[in-house]
């Protein structure tokens, strides 16, 4: 099982970009999908998540400037980031709790990180 995301890149403040997470593999079942983000000294933090049935769950930080999504079809979830700001820079990864094919148990997976750098 691999989480590939991309997406990241260098935008100044107040721009967009939008990440994407792409799950592949012997995938039996997908549960929680979600963004975390590590600042430079800092902990790993969550961004968002998103459920199979859609329901999600932000971080005050990001509430109203980011959105979460994801397509079941495509074991794809995303984070649109609007209005960003200087504070958002860090490495942002993707975590997929799933089920592989043949396992009775649910495990987190984590994708690469992809680095987002908001300049002032």
């Known amino acids: 099982v691999q989480l590939q995301a991309s997406g990241g890149g260098l935008v100044q403040a107040g721009g967009s970009l939008r990440l994407s997470c792409a799950a592949s593999?012997?995938?039996?079942?997908?549960?929680?999908m979600g963004w975390y983000r590590q600042a430079p000294g800092k902990q790993r933090e969550l961004v968002a998540s998103?459920?199979?049935?859609?329901?999600?769950n932000y971080a005050d930080s990001v509430k109203g400037r980011f959105t979460i999504d994801r397509d079941n079809g495509n074991n794809t979830v995303y984070l649109q980031m609007n209005s960003l700001k200087p504070d958002d820079t860090a490495v942002y990864y993707c975590?997929?709790?799933?089920?592989?094919?043949?396992?009775?148990?649910?495990?987190?997976?984590w994708g690469q990180g992809t680095l987002v750098t908001v300049s002032s």
């Open positions: 975590k997929a709790e799933l089920r592989r094919t043949g396992s009775r148990y649910r495990y987190d997976y």
């Open positions: 593999g012997s995938i039996f079942s997908l549960n929680v």
């Open positions: 998103i459920t199979p049935g859609g329901s999600t």
